[in-house]
């Protein structure tokens, strides 16, 4: 009986030392979480400590300081300055004047001359009439002969035709797509630019006279080939070599 009565005591107190532990854990629980969010307030300063700044007085920013002095602290106040209502009114009526329109200097040096190539290749060159082609943005005329209209009418016996276009389509049998090998390039006074051409080493200019189709200046060399020309009916001298009824 005795011992039944030692082991109910001790169970007791060991209850009793349990809930003990336990209280005294959630007491530090509960000062711990009090101590980490403490109610804050809010301090708000006292608008009546304040003074209001006169009217007449404008803040301006201070000059940079010098390389002696040492720079404001921050929080500074900077320094004001009184507007005096002289010196920053509008200019008088009389002074103020309209703006005129000058002419701009001369120029201090002559502008560079363009320089003509000596010699120029022209890579698929297109005939746009007898003896005037183009490469690209370059149109050249042939030298020694006069330009040709692609407008021009001849007539014959056989009645009238377009001479002017069978003598560019025959420039352009001629030139085949083949690249020109252009000298002697000058730029004339109208805009216009001239060249000594051949292809395949022959002269283009050359070849359209003695095929009749192209007049050469007077006093070229190649007025004995143009009278040649003449005299066997070619080109711009015979018929219109599209009548395939006519015999050759």
Same mark, same amino acid.
Request: proline share 9%.
């Given at each position: 009986?005795?011992?039944?009565?030692?082991?109910?005591?001790?169970?007791? #107190?060991?209850?009793?030392?349990?809930?003990? =532990?336990?209280? &005294?854990?959630?007491?530090?629980?509960?000062?711990? $979480?009090?101590?980490?969010?403490?109610?804050?307030?809010?301090?708000?300063?006292?608008?009546?400590?304040?003074?209001?700044? $006169?009217?007449?007085? =404008?803040?301006?920013? #201070?000059?940079?300081?010098?390389?002696?002095?040492?720079?404001?602290?921050?929080?500074?106040?900077?320094?004001?300055?009184?507007?005096?209502?002289?010196?920053?009114?509008?200019?008088?009526? &009389?002074?103020?004047?309209?703006?005129? +329109? *000058?002419?701009?200097?001369?120029?201090? &040096?002559?502008?560079?001359?363009? !320089?003509? %190539?000596?010699?120029? *290749?022209?890579?698929?060159?297109? /005939?746009?009439?007898?003896?005037?082609?183009? /490469?690209?943005?370059?149109?050249?005329?042939?030298?020694?002969?006069?330009?040709? +209209? @692609? !407008?021009?009418?001849?007539? &014959?016996?056989?009645?009238?035709? %377009?001479?002017?276009?069978?003598?560019? @389509?025959?420039?352009?049998?001629?030139?085949?797509?083949?690249?020109?090998?252009?000298?002697? =390039?000058?730029?004339?006074?109208?805009?216009? @630019? @001239? #060249?000594?051409?051949?292809?395949?080493?022959?002269?283009?200019?050359?070849?359209?006279?003695?095929?009749?189709? /192209?007049?050469?200046?007077?006093?070229? /060399?190649?007025?004995?080939?143009?009278?040649?020309?003449?005299?066997?009916?070619?080109?711009?001298?015979?018929?219109?070599?599209?009548?395939?009824?006519?015999?050759?």
């Amino acid at each position: 009986m005795r011992q039944q009565l030692v082991i109910a005591a001790g169970g007791l #107190a060991a209850l009793a030392l349990y809930g003990a =532990i336990i209280a &005294s854990g959630a007491a530090v629980i509960r000062d711990r $979480d009090g101590a980490a969010a403490p109610d804050f307030v809010l301090d708000t300063p006292d608008t009546a400590t304040f003074e209001e700044p $006169d009217k007449a007085v =404008i803040a301006e920013p #201070a000059a940079p300081p010098a390389a002696d002095q040492e720079p404001a602290a921050k929080g500074a106040r900077l320094p004001l300055r009184i507007v005096e209502p002289a010196f920053i009114a509008p200019p008088e009526e &009389s002074l103020a004047q309209p703006l005129e +329109r *000058i002419a701009p200097r001369p120029a201090l &040096s002559d502008p560079a001359k363009k !320089e003509m %190539p000596s010699s120029v *290749i022209l890579q698929r060159p297109v /005939a746009l009439a007898a003896g005037l082609v183009q /490469a690209g943005d370059r149109t050249v005329q042939l030298k020694d002969i006069e330009p040709e +209209r @692609t !407008e021009k009418i001849c007539g &014959s016996e056989g009645g009238n035709w %377009p001479c002017g276009v069978v003598a560019r @389509t025959a420039f352009r049998n001629f030139l085949r797509g083949r690249a020109l090998a252009c000298e002697e =390039i000058e730029e004339k006074a109208d805009g216009t @630019t @001239t #060249a000594m051409c051949t292809v395949g080493g022959e002269n283009a200019a050359a070849w359209l006279v003695a095929n009749g189709w /192209a007049l050469p200046l007077a006093g070229s /060399a190649l007025e004995a080939q143009a009278e040649a020309a003449r005299t066997a009916g070619r080109g711009f001298y015979g018929n219109d070599p599209r009548d395939l009824d006519r015999a050759p």
